[in-house]
């Protein structure tokens, strides 16, 4: 690459990350259905037909938005993970969720983005899902490893529910049970029902010590999931 190209190069890196920068801060400020790229050019002095070079529409805004927040979260989630010893299931468990959560609460506008009220008009493409996916599947292979070391204690499951579970064992982890599959599903909406609770304020006046109620309550969703102490 010549040094002109490389200064082209870097200098698109700065202006995308620069939109973007702006745009979080209009998330934040309006909330991401009111998200605007030519509030964005105006706020950066760049015309808008500047920076439809970089993002042709807001939905490619957003979906650029909600691949880096789902990234982010992901990254601590598997840093938090990374830190704990392979063999202590439960806490490598608690320990994503207690990261997915310490992130929720450093970014909440980011989280509500991902996690909130569907944004009205938008729908998200299909390339957002490997980073959508990273969270689940750190929980999917953490019961993987215990299934195929200590083993899972038994999960219930009743006979009118299995043909779903079969279907989301094949789809989600063949290689566990669908007792585990059914399990993994309902702990992850759980999860982020409990962060979603605690960010949007449904917590106020109900539960105080929240660190200390989390942390009980993801321990729970080990055990749900059949992860042995």
């Known amino acids: ?120 008009g938008y729908a998200a493409p299909e390339t957002t899902v490997p980073a959508a996916s990273r969270v689940g599947l750190l929980l999917i292979g953490i019961v993987r490893d215990a ?4 083993g899972l204690a038994d999960l219930p499951l009743s006979a009118e529910l299995r043909p779903e579970a079969e279907r989301m064992a094949a789809d989600l982890a063949p290689d566990l049970p669908p007792e585990a599959a059914v399990a993994l599903v309902a702990a992850w909406a759980e999860l982020f029902g409990l962060v979603g609770f605690e960010l949007f304020g449904q917590f106020h006046r109900v539960v105080e010590d929240r660190e200390t109620f989390f942390r009980h309550a993801a321990a729970r969703l080990a055990h749900g999931v059949g992860l042995r102490p």
């Open 1 to 120: 690459m010549s040094t002109t190209q490389g200064a082209r190069a870097r200098a698109r890196i700065e202006v995308t990350a620069a939109i973007k920068d702006e745009a979080r801060r209009q998330l934040a400020a309006e909330g991401a259905a009111k998200l605007s790229l030519r509030a964005v050019a105006r706020a950066l002095g760049m015309v808008s037909s500047a920076l439809y070079r970089y993002f042709p529409s807001r939905d490619e805004l957003l979906t650029a938005l909600i691949i880096d927040a789902y990234d982010s979260l992901g990254e601590a989630a598997e840093a938090a993970h990374g830190a704990v010893a392979d063999t202590d299931h439960v806490r490598r468990w608690t320990a994503v969720c207690e990261a997915a959560r310490a992130w929720a609460l450093a970014h909440p506008h980011e989280y509500a983005l991902i996690y909130g009220s569907p944004v009205p």
């Open 147 to 150: 299934h195929q070391g200590p």
